[in-house]
């Protein structure tokens, strides 16, 4: 339910992956890009680096705002994100598909909404 | 302060930003590229992208985690994240960073700890 922020965060924290996937840039990569467009998402541009001597931190970029993941082999950890704006993509649904492709056990997330005007912070103030 | 949490991740609300420059690609990534080097982060890669009619999605990777950044010049808005990891970046520097390079005339902002392990999912517990 987006009500009147303008975009839908959820902070995800996947705890008991496998660390073997959690070190591989590329298969994380591809679950990344698989998670956005399994909740309808459309890619316009993705980064992912690997660190030495373990970890991955990547982004997807999406018309619908983001995914971004940072792994810790060592702890079986990784800290995901999806920011999706408009009431077409439900972010959960990315955060599902990645529970399930990261093998993890447990996760535990937060929703918080972004883009919410006050009052005194009107829409319509700036002119473009 | 870290505590026992891996990382640190400020969720920025901007808001009466200059409309010119939030629709401008070449100037919100200098200004999230100086933004993390103003932290003392490490640069590692970045992706941004261009909206059409307006607005820019963009995300600066660093050796420390990321940040990220969703524009919409219609509402002198934008939505910035600066996660870090480690005790050497504050995230907070970035965010004071873009405020002035944006000329937001509020920030909200929340700081989510991540990365916090409980006793049944000790960090230990998965082997490398």
């Not at 679950?31 to 980064?47: D, Q, T």
Request: net charge negative; proline share 3%; with cysteine.
């Amino acid at each position: 339910m987006l009500d009147d922020a303008l975009g839908r965060h959820v902070l995800a924290e996947l705890f008991g992956c496998k660390a073997e996937m959690l070190n591989n840039a590329d298969a994380i990569r591809d679950a990344m890009v698989a998670a956005a467009r399994s909740a309808g998402a459309e890619v316009v541009g993705e980064f992912f680096h690997r660190f030495s001597p373990h970890g991955v931190s990547g982004v997807v970029v999406i018309s619908e705002s983001h995914l971004t993941i940072h792994t810790w082999p060592e702890h079986g950890y990784a800290a995901a994100d999806v920011f999706t704006c408009g009431s077409r993509v439900d972010p959960w649904v990315a955060c599902k598909h990645l529970v399930s492709a990261l093998g993890a056990t447990t996760m535990t997330a937060t929703e918080a909404r972004r883009g919410v005007f006050s009052p005194n912070q009107a829409r319509s103030d700036v002119a473009t």
